[in-house]
């Protein structure tokens, strides 16, 4: 059974924030706080669900929805939280680019996106209390290795389901390109007893072979060994099942062709500053991307959106 949700983040109220981060009217559920590492943050604390989202990355942190006993996104307890620095956890946005850049490898991996302050441009809430956030970056040059013109809004509804969908708009005068991911971190009880269904035969691009093709098999997907693979052509929703906490969260989504499925099992977790030893036990990243040859190209002031949509049920066992 499912039970109760679990103590509110960790954020505290902002009374002496250096500065405005949003001069938006906040409906009763959302607050503006000094999060960690003293990064500011929106708390939402609602019937429904509590959550936390940082500025810097539009980053959804947490998002407990109510009854639900474990949380749902996993945080790592050895994340960075500083300016310019990646979260490790939560739903990172990867924008414009997806892993290392293609050309200049000291570009940040995933993009700028996470990287940067987004703003505030609108908070919602309905009367069953779901609110609805809107966070936006946009300019031109905002780096050397994706010069374009573009506006990004990221809109998560936070409620009984998280509802994320990024949007895209090509504000220049040619056309562009990009990859883009909801780098989604899942809280599991255990990699090793969880299977993920939505991925069967599908083709898949493995990361640890070179990027070498191959196929999945008829089975659900079980995890024995460092994972990294970037499913193509699938617009499939996905199910984690997780025995052990007696649950299933599945991810459906929509503008996305492309699933990553990650988990860095132990060497990589070890080499990883901002990632505890012993940590990967208790994390999947099954994320909603278009990303390698599903990079999109958006003519001169057209827009793509990208959704991904996190729903948690109990097993019934
Ligand atoms: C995954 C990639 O999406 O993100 C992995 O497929 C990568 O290759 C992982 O290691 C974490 O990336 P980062 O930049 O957040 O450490």
Request: glycine share 8%.
């Amino acid at each position: 059974m499912l039970g109760e949700r679990p103590a509110a983040p960790v954020a505290s109220d902002m009374t002496s924030a250096p500065r405005p981060v949003s001069s938006i009217p906040l409906p009763p559920s959302v607050r503006i706080a000094e999060g960690r590492g003293g990064l500011p943050c929106l708390v939402v604390a609602s019937p429904l669900a509590r959550a936390e989202i940082y500025f810097q990355g539009a980053h959804v942190a947490a998002w407990h929805p109510a009854g639900v006993r474990d949380p749902v996104l996993w945080l790592s307890a050895r994340s960075h939280f500083a300016p310019g620095k990646p979260i490790r956890g939560g739903v990172p946005i990867c924008f414009p680019w997806f892993g290392p850049h293609p050309e200049n490898a000291a570009a940040p991996a995933h993009g700028f996106a996470r990287l940067r302050e987004w703003t505030l441009i609108e908070a919602l809430e309905d009367e069953a209390g779901t609110v609805r956030l809107a966070l936006e970056l946009a300019g031109e040059g905002l780096s050397p290795d994706w010069p374009h013109r573009f506006r990004a809004v990221h809109r998560i509804e936070i409620g009984s389901r998280l509802r994320m969908a990024l949007e895209v708009r090509n504000d220049g005068t040619d056309p562009f390109t990009f990859e883009e991911a909801l780098h989604t971190y899942f809280d599991v009880a255990d990699i090793r007893t969880v299977s993920l269904t939505g991925l069967e035969r599908g083709e898949y691009l493995d990361k640890l072979a070179g990027g070498r093709q191959s196929r999945e098999g008829n089975d659900p997907i079980r995890f024995t060994a460092e994972t990294d693979r970037v499913y193509l052509d699938t617009q499939a929703a996905c199910t984690i099942d997780d025995p052990d906490r007696r649950r299933t969260i599945t991810v459906s989504k929509s503008g996305s062709d492309a699933t990553v499925v990650w988990n860095p099992w132990i060497a990589k977790a070890h080499a990883m500053p901002d990632f505890g030893d012993d940590e990967w036990t208790g994390m999947l990243c099954v994320e909603t991307g278009n990303v390698n040859v599903h990079a999109r190209t958006l003519a001169a002031g057209a827009t793509h959106i990208m959704a991904a949509m996190l729903e948690v049920k109990d097993r019934g066992d």
